[in-house]
């Protein structure tokens, strides 16, 4: 006797109808949807950084909006000389707020009369070791109620802009607020 094969209907056909289907319908609706959509008359550019404002006002409005605040007011960047021309500095500053305003990460010092230039370097162990022990010293000794000021970890050297070198990194010390300032 032979076996007849058993036959099995395929339902790859129904399935291949049944996807063809959906595409259709899905094209279709979102054709559809897009139609309705009123489209911006803004440019692009516009409309993404309406979309960047409005993203920082709702986290500065929640409650971890303090995280990513900063200060009113700066006087003091520490940054990277990218030119030193004339009396001017150039330093590139980096903030970890990716908020703040990206256009002031260069910014320009200018060098007046008034300016004071300090070349700092870290003491020696052996010295830094024997002014603390001569602070501790002076601290268990001096029972006035004056307070002895705690020694330094460095020496401070007065220095020119000419010690001022392309790549060096340097602090900067402002009288007046700096945080929105391009020159000062």
Not at 98 to 111: C, E, G, M
Not at 139 to 145: L, P, R, V
Not at 151 to 164: C, L, Q, S, V
Request: net charge negative; aromatic share 10%; hydrophobic share 35%.
């Amino acid at each position: 006797m032979e076996q007849q094969p058993i036959e099995r209907h395929s339902y790859i056909a129904q399935y291949i109808g049944i996807l063809i289907a959906g595409v259709i319908i899905g094209v279709f609706s979102t054709f559809v949807y897009f139609k309705k959509v009123p489209q911006s008359t803004l440019p692009l550019e516009s409309v993404r950084q309406e979309g960047f404002d409005t993203a920082i006002s709702f986290i500065n409005e929640s409650s971890f909006g303090g995280i990513s605040s900063t200060s009113n007011s700066i006087y003091e960047l520490l940054g990277v000389v990218t030119e030193v021309q004339g009396n001017r500095i150039t330093i590139h500053t980096q903030s970890n707020n990716p908020f703040d305003d990206q256009t002031l990460s260069d910014r320009t010092v200018l060098i007046t009369s008034d300016t004071k230039i300090f070349n700092i370097s870290f003491k020696k162990r052996d010295v830094m070791q024997s002014e603390m022990e001569a602070f501790t010293k002076a601290t268990q000794i001096d029972s006035s109620g004056t307070q002895t000021e705690p020694p330094e970890p460095f020496t401070r050297t007065h220095a020119d802009i000419i010690d001022i070198k392309v790549g060096k990194r340097i602090n900067v010390f402002a009288v007046d607020n700096i945080k929105s300032t391009r020159v000062f």
